[in-house]
């Protein structure tokens, strides 16, 4: 790991939970960011520690995936004391960063307006179901609602299927994603100007954001999205998933040239000035029969067949994988997409790293972090509370239950 990291002279109080918003952070944090998750203790933390269904007590894979290379104190922010202990963070952070329902921040004053008297640089990014203001505002935002609510899933599937949802949670993905620029941008802002600000990001809006071009072509045109066979591209013929004679792949011309290459390649030289097939336009008017050949045409050899014309000839194409095939490309670790953890219960965890590249690539990594397991970091270290201190706030029942709070004292952190 190199001596300094991007991001290591930023630190983020992190009232975060599930997916969304730990996606946005494990960004920030394997930059660098000091990531301090706040956890509440009356719901036994952050939900992901439970789900299944690789899930033991408080740990689960879905909870390490999210959560590497981060810190976590549970705080009852519900208690004057937890309170307490949330603002003297604020006093030494630079953003506050949650992902809760669109009112909650309100209530439970995590914006800037209750913040700024404590640190007029605080940015305060929210990451909610639809935002601060709205009619849905109150409602909770999951990626499977959004995806159904934004008009994705009405372009997604096979033309006589269902509607079908992304297999992997693309809204929370992507609003994790603009959320951590959009916290970034404030503070740069609030270095620049000494003044920080909210973050009004929400689920919805970037599922609305992400429809861009069939959303632009749905505004000023008569334009009705359909859903295309094999996961067809909506205008480029062909770009699509074909059947071969022992699996599937995907096979693309978004520029012509590429349909000058491939024509030769699937024994038809001549489609490649064929006034049906020359151009996007011609393709696109004779698209049923186009397709009709083509998927006949590459049933009749196997993908690895296949592949090694299209790849030589410089045409977009590849293999549909299964999610394991993907981690067994070559690519994958030349490009050291997999990274490891130890872990008190489940052993050595692989899992993806994030795509995030500023320099050389982060190479030493933290394990997702126990419930509270930071106690003694915080209190004692970060914060500089003596003993007596964190024993009247441990009493007072600011880090949940006295019985079960780790009582780790400041000498010992």
């Known amino acids: 790991m190199p001596e300094k990291l991007p991001l290591q002279d930023i630190r983020i109080i992190a009232v975060e939970q599930y997916g969304a918003g730990p996606w946005g952070s494990l960004h920030l944090a394997e930059l660098g960011a000091e990531v301090i998750k706040i956890e509440d203790p009356s719901v036994r933390g952050d939900v992901g520690r439970y789900v299944p269904p690789y899930a033991e007590g ?3 894979l879905f909870f390490e ?8 104190l549970s705080l009852d922010l519900a208690t004057p004391e937890g309170r307490a202990v949330f603002e003297d963070l604020v006093r030494g952070a630079d953003a506050v960063y949650s992902n809760l329902r669109g009112d909650v921040p309100e209530k439970i004053r995590i914006r800037y307006d209750d913040l700024k008297h404590l640190n007029p640089r605080i940015v305060c990014c929210s990451l909610t179901g639809f935002g601060m203001t709205g009619p849905r505002r109150t409602e909770p935002g999951y990626d499977y609602i959004l995806q159904g609510l934004a008009g994705w899933m009405d372009v997604t599937g096979e033309p006589d299927g269902p509607p079908t949802k992304s297999g992997l949670s693309m809204v929370d993905y992507s609003g994790g994603f603009i959320a951590a620029i959009s916290l970034l941008a404030g503070i740069h802002a609030a270095r620049r100007d000494g003044v920080g600000a909210d973050c009004d990001v929400s689920l919805y809006d970037t599922a609305v954001a992400m429809l861009n ?7 000023n045109t008569d334009f009705v999205p359909q859903r ?10 062909p770009f699509q998933a074909f059947q071969t004679k022992d699996s599937w792949i995907i096979v693309g011309c978004p520029k012509e040239k590429f349909w000058q290459r491939l024509a030769p390649v699937v024994g038809h030289p001549e489609w490649a000035t064929d006034p049906r097939y020359a151009t996007f336009a011609a393709r696109g008017e004779n698209r049923e029969e186009l397709l009709a050949a083509l998927e006949e045409i590459f049933t009749t050899r196997t993908s690895d067949e296949w592949l090694s014309e299209l790849y030589p000839a410089g045409i977009p194409c590849g293999p549909i994988n299964t999610v394991r095939d993907a981690f067994e490309e070559e690519h994958t670790h030349a490009r ?3 990274v490891e953890t130890e872990h008190p219960r489940f ?3 692989r899992q993806p790293r994030t795509a995030v590249s500023v320099g050389p690539v982060r190479t030493e990594h933290r394990r997702a972090p126990g419930r509270n397991e930071d106690f ?3 209190t004692g270290e970060l914060l500089g509370y003596d003993d007596t201190r964190i024993a009247e706030l441990v009493a007072a029942g600011a880090f949940g239950d006295p019985a079960t709070t780790p009582y780790l004292p400041a000498s010992g952190s």
């Open 228 to 237: 295309p066979r094999h996961s067809a591209h909506p205008s480029l013929v």
């Open 65 to 72: 995936a999210f959560n590497r290379d981060k810190r976590s």
């Open 58 to 60: 408080e740990d689960s």
């Open 376 to 378: 003694g970091y915080v």
């Open 213 to 219: 071009y069939p959303g632009t072509w749905a505004l």
């Open 347 to 349: 052993g050595t965890v």
């Open 336 to 338: 050291e997409l997999i």
